[in-house]
């Protein structure tokens, strides 16, 4: 299904969260490539991934991971990075954290200069070094603060705004109800709902009733702008049910994701049809792990992919199973002729042995 933000219309209602340290723009490459629906740009997902008849698609929109806004406008390298994006990244929303309204305008501006197609602004993150400085779900223990920071971004880009809350700072105080719509009096064209408090951190279990909140506080006076849930989906079932019970208009993934790019995939064919997707095939998976390496080796160098996919294939490995000692024997790795070797060698040899029942 569609999705409106403002004038941008994404592929479907299924987004890739913002996650600091893990959705970087080769992880984004390999997530798009899983799917079949075109981009904003054109740009075809890689059609070997898709289920059935070309159209059941994947992600609609991801997000770089929250970008501190001074170091943008310092044009610290580190942030350039992070901030990276590309043609075939599209669309993709950039999120920016802080509590300096004139400082994030500016660098709202830079993100549009840069082909954000959302301008995000962090009002979630529970860390420390964040709510400190009074940025991130510090926010919302000050909605009148919040709001004027919303209002600055809004008039300073043509971009579309959008803002990720939590459910409130503590159980004491909830904001859900009241502040997603006043953000948007002032030009949020969305509003993603992590359904937990600052408090929670991530357990327990994420609160339906709280997105639902949410849904209805917005919906009361802006029926237009989508309200996107977030929290626990781990499974295309999950999806469901928080779009069921709560009636948002689209969900965003982040832990779940990691490790299985082609759960967009999965999802988009159980909203669709009810049923369960045929399961991608395991060596379609292990190619999808190669993938990432080479993009990582194209845009960071050999050095950085190897330590970089040496930690990932931890993620990875639990879904490309049985393959024996795959961790520990990527571990050691220094080099990118080594991993591309083994890997080769792990997809023929997967092959091999999903070719052998039907053989038999
Ligand atoms: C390691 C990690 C990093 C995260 N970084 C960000 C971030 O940069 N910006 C943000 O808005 N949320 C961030 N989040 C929160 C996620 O986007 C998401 O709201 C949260 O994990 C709940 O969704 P999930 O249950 O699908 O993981 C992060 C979460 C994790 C676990």
Redesign the pocket.
Known sequence: MQLHIGDITLPTNLLL??????FDLANRLVVRSVGGVPCECGHLGDVRYDVGDGTYGAVGLT????LCPQAILNEAHKTQWLAATAPEDRPVAM?L?GAEPGILAEAARWAEAQGAAII?I?M??PVDKVTKKNG?SKLLCDPGFAVTICKTVVDAVKTPVTC?I?LGWDDDQIIADTLPSQLCDVGAKAI?V?G?TTAMR?RPS?RLDGIAMTVEGVKRHHPDVPVIG?????TPEDAKEMIDITGCDGV??????MGQPWLFRDIAYHLKTGKTAPPLPRAERARLVLDHFEHLVKRRGERVAVNTIRFRTSKYSPHLQPWPGLRRSVQPMKTAAEFREYWQEGIERIEEEDATPALA
């Open positions: 969260a913002p996650v600091a340290g893990y997000c770089t991971e929250l999120q954290y995000d962090n979630g993150c991130g990720k939590r993603t992590h937990r991530f994420v977030n929290g626990d989906i781990k965003m993934v982040a832990r779940g994701a």
